[in-house]
């Protein structure tokens, strides 16, 4: 497909659902790398009658125009698909995880008293809330979803805030619910509730938010290779984000310290320049009552040396001691 899709002006996603529209069988993801290891391969049988178009016409792609490659996603599905993980969920369970042992025996004592008809788990176990009617397949689902984790190489974590797919450092909170439908109702202090309708999904439920549910071509329990791409592509960029925010927060930790020293050291700047002026503005009363002293004659010398003795008290440069007056009561006047 992919060469064809080279040389011709189509992708190979188009020209497989060409195929598919004719009845032309066409090879399974990971069928040429399974010839390419070795493996032997059957070659499908066109089908013995087909009374639709025979042909197709195709134009061919001129040298200068590259292929569309497929998105990281789309590539992603395809290399995990060629792992060969346990992605088949099975009708029952077989040889369950003890996670899934005890999130059955809760599922089948406890109820949730907001979502009249569902069962659920407790905290410290699988976070699910299913009606009783899809218990089994959700816990089939999560059985297989786990081992498929851990054989990617991942953790799956479960603690009293929740449940987390481990992937490297980061932490992506998941869990498994069926939809509920608001229904009027006629309750004391109650008008509403809600109630589960039979769809089921699968969630990543934290900054990056995602959900997998039945879709009209696909089950939900057959798109685990999506799901764990999807793990992939959010772990790669939550840890591109929590890298950038250490860094922002390094940078404004760096701010805030640079910040604070310039702050601490304009308070002390202001604190020694408003010493500055309380002194200065002392000295200058000092002189002040010296000229006074010096331009008012009196006779009364006692007084005098009281007056002169106020005035070396309160000029910064002398600092002569005060028998009744503090250091405060040099700025009070």
């Known amino acids: 497909m992919t060469e064809i899709a080279k040389k011709y002006k189509i992708s190979d996603v188009g020209f497989r659902k060409i195929c598919l529209r004719m009845n032309i069988p066409v090879p399974k993801?990971?069928?040429?790398?399974?010839?390419?290891?070795?493996?032997?391969?059957?070659?499908?049988?066109?089908?013995?009658?087909?009374?639709?178009?025979?042909?197709?016409?195709?134009?061919?792609?001129?040298?200068?125009?590259?292929?569309?490659?497929?998105?990281?996603?789309?590539?992603?599905?395809?290399?995990?698909?060629?792992?060969?993980?346990?992605?088949?969920?099975?009708?029952?369970?077989?040889?369950?995880?003890?996670?899934?042992?005890?999130?059955?025996?809760?599922?089948?004592?406890?109820?949730?008293?907001?979502?009249?008809g569902m069962a659920v788990t407790t905290k410290g176990q699988l976070d699910i809330r299913v009606a009783s009617s899809n218990v089994g397949r959700a816990l089939r689902f999560m059985d297989t979803l786990i081992k498929c984790v851990r054989a990617r190489g991942y953790i799956y974590e479960i603690s009293t805030d929740g449940n987390y797919i481990v992937v490297g450092e980061v932490k992506l909170r998941v869990n498994f619910r069926e939809?509920?439908?608001?229904?009027?109702?006629?309750?004391?202090?109650?008008?509403?509730?809600?109630?589960?309708?039979?769809?089921?999904?699968?969630?990543?439920?934290d900054r990056l938010k995602s959900e997998w549910g039945d879709s009209k071509t696909k089950l939900l329990e057959d798109q685990l290779p999506k799901i764990m791409a999807k793990l992939d592509i959010s772990?790669?960029?939550?840890?591109?984000?929590?890298?950038?925010?250490?860094?922002?927060?390094?940078?404004?930790?760096?701010?805030?310290?640079?910040?604070?020293?310039?702050?601490?050291?304009?308070?002390?700047?202001?604190?020694?320049?408003?010493?500055?002026?309380?002194?200065?503005?002392?000295?200058?009363?000092?002189?002040?009552?010296?000229?006074?002293?010096?331009?008012?004659?009196?006779?009364?010398?006692?007084?005098l040396a009281w007056a002169e003795h106020k005035a070396d008290w309160l000029d910064p440069i002398v600092m002569a001691e005060g028998e009744w007056m503090t250091e405060g009561d040099k700025d009070i006047f």
């Open 179 to 205: 939809r509920t439908t608001k229904f009027k109702v006629d309750k004391p202090y109650q008008e509403f509730e809600w109630r589960p309708n039979g769809k089921i999904v699968f969630r990543l439920d």
């Open 29 to 116: 993801t990971g069928s040429w790398a399974k010839v390419k290891a070795g493996h032997d391969r059957r070659q499908p049988k066109l089908p013995a009658q087909w009374d639709g178009q025979d042909f197709i016409e195709l134009k061919e792609r001129p040298q200068e125009q590259p292929v569309k490659k497929a998105s990281e996603r789309i590539q992603l599905v395809k290399e995990i698909i060629q792992k060969e993980f346990p992605f088949k969920v099975p009708e029952r369970l077989i040889k369950p995880d003890p996670l899934i042992i005890a999130a059955k025996e809760s599922l089948e004592k406890l109820t949730d008293i907001n979502y009249p």
């Open 235 to 303: 772990a790669k960029q939550e840890e591109e984000y929590l890298k950038n925010a250490r860094i922002w927060q390094e940078n404004w930790e760096k701010q805030r310290k640079l910040q604070a020293k310039r702050d601490a050291h304009q308070h002390e700047e202001r604190e020694s320049f408003k010493e500055l002026m309380t002194q200065a503005k002392r000295w200058k009363q000092a002189q002040l009552i010296r000229e006074s002293l010096a331009a008012i004659p009196s006779s009364n010398n006692d007084w």
